[in-house]
């Protein structure tokens, strides 16, 4: 069952200088009880991906055409104000990418989490909201002290975590956090990554779309992921599948330049992806990956390649893949 | 928390003088008109009489005790210092709020009469709109003053509130379901309340010093008495050349006193809500 389905979604930010193609005819689907890596370099429309998948699309950003449709809404028809009351942080919820400012400085947690209930849950009263956040933060081994703490008194992975509690208030059924661990230590990565998997098994939220640029974390957390490039899908399978058997040249390129303590690292060098993403602006005609690619040749300069399944659930964007 | 602050604001050598300047001041106006309750506009005595025992700051031409004149003169001009400081701040903060809030063409058309508004020479506009009045009392005057000077509290404001809209605890607030009004005016205000305060106390000071401006011409208040008033009277008869330094000098130097400590608070204040500022 599908909880999250994208049909041909296309947002671009109209700017000055052109269309900005951040995403560029997208499918894809969400199921019930899953966690969705995306993956991709800075600059690859993953953010875009985030907000156009819960319509937070403001100008200059812009739906141009595509389908989203989340549990039984269509949110791609629905107007911006229903979406706002019915569906953000009751349906979807978004943790986002620089969680650390995320939360209103002039507040304690308490009453960050006051606003949040008080909207959605009218006729609770204040000893009802101190109970549930209580409980709630409880379920999530989160210290009670914070509650009466301003955010500046955070450390950077409790913040994180402030943020991720209060944005599952609600209990949705999607979360999608953008880059949750990018600012993080090593140890507190774990922790935060630890609370996403708890809330999916305390059935708190159902699904979760977890975009990173380190595809190192997604081998402990994620069932499916999804590669990006330049605002395109190019490969997306089974975790296991992806990090074991990277059909694309893109992909391979990522999981060779992770970073491991491990021995081999040192025998076989490190390994880079040259060259930079390209200017969305004017993205490259034919496959956006050719102008880095070992493989190309003249044929990818001229056809741009569809995802086509290579094997059962691997779907693969290449030229010479068949 | 209060308490902090308070222990923390009177720690500044300079707030402690100029808080204490401004509260004396203030004080004459709120009870020196009790205690002292000669009428300020009956004659009492001889014509242009020294300071002495029975007149602390002497008479004026007509007789009239000039104490008794400054007394009720601290308290119009506070009065409209504050009144039209409070007006003025609050249509500034919303005008800017909902500028730079909403943002395209609503910022647009409230920048536009923004822009107007502080093009045109603020002076002018008041004794226009103060000759076309003929009966002025205090209200009048304050409001007269606060509508022509929101102008760059508005723009601040409006420059800020973009800033903090950007934020990303913004957008919590609109995952969280709160209404764009509550955002503007619950959330992003007080990020910025220290902002605000500064702009209030400089407007009052500035406000008091056009009433002043605008009583020297003979547009003030037309019943009652302000400090600006009796610089009018003294300019009348000629205080100033024929030495009767007893009428315009203590009317004169309370007012700078009152928006010099007036200033010298606020600055104190900034340097406390933003420790950059403080000296070591």
Request: with cysteine.
């Amino acid at each position: 069952m599908s909880l999250v389905s994208a049909e041909n979604v296309k947002a671009y930010y109209y700017t000055s200088a052109g269309s900005v193609k951040a995403v560029d005819g997208i499918n894809m689907n969400v199921n019930r009880g899953e966690i969705l890596g995306v993956v991709g370099e800075s600059g690859c429309g993953k953010s875009t991906l985030a907000s156009t998948l819960m319509m937070n699309v403001r100008p200059p950003l812009r739906l141009v055409e595509g389908k989203i449709s989340v549990d039984k809404y269509e949110l791609t028809s629905m107007k911006r104000k229903e979406i706002r009351s019915k569906i953000w942080g009751t349906l979807i919820s978004l943790v986002p990418q620089s969680a650390l400012n995320a939360l209103i400085p002039i507040k304690k947690t308490r009453d960050i989490i006051k606003d949040v209930l008080k909207h959605h849950l009218k006729n609770l009263n204040n000893e009802e909201i101190n109970n549930l956040a209580k409980k709630r933060f409880k379920e999530l081994d989160l210290p009670i002290e914070v509650l009466n703490m301003y955010p500046h008194e955070l450390s950077g992975g409790m913040k994180q975590r402030a943020v991720i509690a209060t944005s599952t208030l609600l209990n949705p059924k999607l979360l999608i956090v953008d880059e949750p661990t990018s600012a993080l230590d090593v140890s507190t990565q774990k922790i935060v990554l630890k609370m996403i998997v708890d809330l999916r098994i305390r059935g708190i939220i159902e699904s979760v779309v977890f975009i990173t640029h380190d595809i190192a974390i997604l081998r402990q957390i994620s069932d499916k992921i999804t590669v990006m490039y330049a605002g395109k899908i190019v490969e997306s399978s089974t975790a296991n599948e992806i990090l074991e058997n990277p059909v694309h040249p893109y992909s391979k390129g990522l999981i060779n330049a992770v970073i491991t303590p491990e021995r081999e690292v040192k025998r076989r060098g490190l390994s880079y992806i040259s060259g930079q993403p390209p200017d969305l602006l004017s993205p490259p005609i034919g496959c956006r990956f050719y102008p880095r690619c070992e493989l190309a040749k003249d044929l990818c300069q001229k056809q741009e390649p569809h995802l086509t399944e290579v094997r059962r659930n691997h779907f693969v964007a290449c030229n010479f893949v068949k | 928390m209060v308490k902090e602050i308070l222990i923390g604001v009177f720690r500044i050598k300079k707030f402690v003088v100029s808080f204490s300047i401004l509260a004396g001041i203030i004080l004459m106006g709120v009870v020196g008109p009790i205690v002292y309750a000669v009428v300020p506009y009956k004659i009492v005595g001889p014509p242009e009489a020294r300071p002495s025992e029975t007149y602390p700051l002497g008479t004026d031409a007509y007789g009239r005790d000039l104490f008794a004149q400054v007394l009720n003169g601290i308290r119009t001009s506070i009065y409209i210092g504050f009144l039209s400081a409070i007006v003025g701040t609050a249509i500034g903060v919303v005008i800017g709020t909902i500028a730079g809030f909403k943002g395209g063409l609503v910022d647009d058309l409230l920048m536009v009469v923004t822009n107007i508004m502080m093009t045109l020479p603020a002076m002018l506009l008041m004794i226009l709109v103060a000759a076309y009045i003929e009966e002025r009392n205090v209200l009048y005057v304050a409001l007269i003053i606060s509508f022509t000077s929101w102008g760059w509290i508005a723009r601040g404001v409006r420059a800020q509130i973009m800033s903090l809209r950007e934020q990303q605890f913004v957008f919590m607030s609109r995952m969280a379901g709160l209404s764009d009004v509550k955002i503007a005016f619950a959330d992003l205000l007080p990020n910025m309340a220290s902002y605000v305060f500064m702009c209030f106390i400089l407007l009052a000071s500035a406000a008091m010093l056009a009433e002043a401006g605008l009583s020297m011409i003979g547009l003030g208040v037309t019943s009652g008495y302000s400090l600006g008033t009796i610089l009018f009277w003294a300019r009348m008869k000629e205080a100033v050349r024929r030495g009767l330094t007893w009428w315009f000098i203590p009317p004169g130097a309370i007012l700078v006193a009152t928006t010099t400590s007036l200033l010298v608070t606020a600055t104190a204040l900034d340097e406390y809500f933003s420790p950059r500022l403080r000296g070591s």
